[in-house]
């Protein structure tokens, strides 16, 4: 069902997937997070598909899944930047709960919005786990010529404001500040899936590695031949919806 939830004055859109026979006691939801669109119409593993992912995991998981388009993105009011996503990611989280009777909430974020998950996860203790596909280590490279990425965010329709941002240099700031490497170190205490493609070109594997390193206990899971988009891979798929199936039993056998 489409809903629409609001961060700082931007009314975001989003889709809630609710099942309609949970499997088991319990309440478990996922928040997913798209990545940053490679073309003007998206593209996989930005909005265009994740609604129906959305869906799959409540009909085959028993799960609340929510996907939803950051400011900037779709018909998402407001634009882009790094920061502002990480917000939006956060008000994702708090309308979930308000919307839905979930207990457990756990995130799953493709590219850009992986490195976001793991992020907002480090500052928040009730996010149980987080799954990061084909998910940066940093955005040190936006952060080397934020011009170029500004001029990129631009054509891709991003950013709709002529004035915006206000001011450069604390635009780019925010890149320095998502950090998924640093992140995932405050992780440790909870479930990481680190799912990457043996050749993306997009994000380098390197990137997976160091994440699951800092992590320590983090499940590196490697999609062999694949590359970055990895929504529509469906080993990357059995390998994600495993990883779920295995955060419910673990959540109900420690209720028990």
């Given at each position: 069902m489409n809903r629409c939830f609001e961060v700082d004055g931007n009314k975001l859109v989003a889709h809630l997937a609710v099942p309609t026979t949970p499997r088991q006691t319990g309440h478990f939801g996922v928040v997913i997070v798209h990545g940053f669109p490679a073309q003007i119409a998206g593209g996989v593993d930005a909005t265009v598909s994740l609604p129906e992912l959305a869906d799959q995991i409540a009909e085959q998981?028993?799960?609340?899944?929510?996907?939803?388009?950051?400011?900037?993105?779709?018909?998402?009011?407001?634009?882009?930047?790094?920061g502002g996503w990480l917000r939006d990611l956060q008000g994702a989280v708090t309308y979930l709960r308000e919307s839905a009777s979930v207990t457990s909430v756990y995130l799953l974020g493709f590219g850009t919005g992986g490195a976001l998950a793991v992020v907002a996860a480090a500052s928040d203790p009730t996010i149980q786990g987080v799954a990061a596909v084909a998910a940066s280590a940093d955005f040190d490279d936006w952060a080397r010529n934020p011009r170029k990425l500004l001029v990129v965010a631009r054509d891709l329709g991003l950013i709709r404001s002529q004035d915006f941002p206000p001011n450069l240099d604390r635009w780019a700031a925010e890149f320095g500040q998502v950090r998924a490497i640093e992140a995932a170190e405050r992780l440790a205490?909870?479930?990481?899936?680190?799912?990457?493609?043996?050749?993306?070109e997009t994000v380098p594997l390197f990137d997976a590695r160091a994440v699951a390193d800092s992590h320590g206990t983090?499940?590196?899971?490697?999609?062999?031949?694949?590359?970055?988009?990895l929504r529509h891979d469906p080993r990357a798929m059995a390998v994600l919806f495993g990883w779920l199936e295995r955060q419910r039993s673990m959540v109900l056998a420690s209720d028990r």
């Open positions: 998981q028993g799960w609340v899944a929510m996907a939803y388009a950051s400011r900037g993105v779709g018909n998402s009011e407001g634009d882009f930047s790094l205490d909870r479930e990481l899936l680190v799912l990457h493609g043996s050749e993306d983090a499940d590196l899971r490697v999609v062999q031949g694949a590359g970055h988009q």
